[in-house]
């Protein structure tokens, strides 16, 4: 089993620009998770799915965040437009029957 | 504060050593998770107690829960320096549905 699968691992962009991270869960997961790690923060849940259906947005922090999850095996958290405090690290997880969580190995952005 | 506060912030020991880092929460739990992160990477799950568990092994890892001090403790048993990471509580709240929460993590280092 390769694991969530993230891409890009690293994204370097300019204030304004849309940003778009990518996810591929571990296949057979009904449960798809967005977090952001920043040192001030920790760790924060952003949004969680369950079979493909967004179910709990509250940790979004704004309307320039959005995320969907078109089928199983995909989703992306865009970012539009992104500004520098949005710098953070931001990891995807799935799981079965939510518990435990597989994470993968994060996206760390960087809005200049 | 912050539901699931880890303690101590850091720890540092010898090679051999035994590493006890402790977890407190506010509200009622379903279970407990640990999870450790290495630099630059995802987190990585590693063991869960249920709220009617008392105490846990796997391998060098021995976590136990007190439910009506609301708390949990990590002991990591003869240490090595490849167990160098930082060491996450996250609780499933009773009230949450399928959000975990996480702490703020402590930081181990195991030095050879």
């Known amino acids: 089993d390769a694991g969530v699968i993230q891409s890009p691992r690293h994204e370097v962009t300019e204030m304004g620009q849309e940003v778009t991270l990518r996810c591929k869960p571990i296949?057979?997961?009904?449960?798809l998770f967005w977090y952001r790690q920043t040192m001030m923060r920790g760790l924060e849940l952003l949004i969680y799915?369950?079979?493909?259906?967004?179910?709990?947005d509250s940790g979004m922090p704004e309307d320039r965040f959005s995320a969907k999850m078109p089928n199983a095996s995909f989703s992306t958290l865009k970012i539009q437009p992104s500004e520098p405090r949005d710098s953070a690290v931001y990891f995807c997880?799935?799981?079965?029957?939510?518990?435990?969580?597989?994470f993968g190995n994060g996206t760390r952005l960087t809005v200049t | 504060s912050q539901q699931g506060e880890e303690d101590p912030q850091a720890l540092s020991i010898q090679e051999g050593e035994n590493a006890t880092m402790n977890c407190s929460y506010k509200?009622?739990?379903?279970?407990l998770q640990w999870y450790r992160q290495n630099s630059g990477r995802g987190l990585v799950h590693l063991i869960l107690?249920?709220?009617?568990?008392r105490e846990k092994h796997s391998g060098r890892l021995r976590v136990t829960l007190d439910t009506s001090k609301k708390s949990s403790s990590l002991l990591i048993t003869a240490s090595r320096a490849a167990d160098t990471a930082s060491y996450f509580c996250?609780?499933?709240?009773?009230?949450?549905?399928?959000?975990?929460?996480f702490g703020e993590g402590t930081q181990l280092t195991v030095n050879p």
């Open positions: 997880a799935s799981s079965l029957d939510y518990s435990p969580l597989h």
């Open positions: 296949s057979g997961h009904d449960y």
């Open positions: 799915f369950n079979n493909n259906v967004p179910i709990d």
């Open positions: 509200t009622s739990i379903n279970n």
């Open positions: 107690i249920r709220s009617n568990e």
């Open positions: 996250a609780t499933d709240l009773e009230t949450s549905g399928s959000r975990l929460t």
